[in-house]
């Protein structure tokens, strides 16, 4: 189709009410306004990819108590307000692959995570050069991250420990990371996965991995590696 906008009330029919999944992808929309779906109480998955949005409004996907998916891949998104996912008590899964993204900012996800159903993130195939930490004091939970085929040139230290407590997998391939310090895993000891592939990787430091005591699979191929740390070596 050619959808270009969504009007207010687009969603608010009575008979309307019982939606539980909307596909808008392959449109044309350039934005989601604020509260959009917010009439949507049955609502679990929203599609959006492939459209050419470049901002994601706050409070965009608000109040939508069953919502589980939200994909908003392969758009032209630049910026997302803070609240833009707001009050949405099991979302489970948020995809932003292939998008304009220079930099993630965690205020964009506060009060929609929570410990019992920790959030799977993808936002591969961006340009996120920064992941900057406004508010410390609102916990935010995530188990996957996906930070793979961005432009990354050191670890995302103030984030991993941010969301250590519930991260368990984190790939972070073709970045432009080419050394890992000591302290920079240092609270991750829940984590399963780590992928750091194709990053151009030159030097590990021999404690880096010591603390990431849940950690059962390890990628460091395609890397400029010299000497691994005594503690990943067999």
């Known amino acids: ?7 207010p009330g687009t969603f608010s029919s009575p008979n309307q009410t019982d939606l539980r999944e909307v596909r808008l992808n392959q449109n044309y929309l350039m934005s989601i306004e604020s509260n959009t779906f917010s ?7 929203i599609t959006i990819s492939r459209n050419k949005i470049i901002e994601v409004m706050s409070h965009s996907f608000k109040e939508l108590p069953r919502l589980l998916n939200i994909d908003l891949s392969f758009n032209q998104i630049e910026y997302i307000q803070p609240s833009a996912f707001d009050s949405l008590p099991n979302f489970k899964r948020l995809d932003l692959q292939g998008n304009q993204l220079k930099e993630l900012r965690m205020t964009s996800f506060i009060n929609c995570t929570n410990p019992k159903t920790p959030l799977s993130l993808n936002v591969s195939n961006n340009y996120i050069e ?19 085929h961005n432009s990354l040139q050191d670890l995302p230290f103030k984030l991993l420990y941010f969301i250590s407590n519930s991260l368990r997998n984190l790939y972070l391939d073709h970045n432009r ?3 890992i310090y000591n302290s920079e895993f240092i609270n991750l000891t829940n984590l399963e996965v780590l992928s750091i592939t194709e990053n151009g990787l030159k030097s590990i430091a021999s404690k880096a991995f010591c603390n990431l005591t849940s950690l059962q699979i390890l990628y460091l191929s395609g890397n400029k590696i010299q000497q691994t740390p005594k503690h990943t070596q067999h």
Request: proline share 6%; glycine share 0%; charged share 20%.
């Open 1 to 7: 189709n050619r959808i270009s906008v969504l009007a």
């Open 39 to 45: 009439n949507l109480q049955q609502l679990q998955t």
């Open 130 to 148: 920064r992941t900057p930490i406004d508010d410390f004091l609102t916990p935010i939970h995530i188990k996957i991250l996906d930070l793979s």
């Open 177 to 179: 990371i080419t050394k």
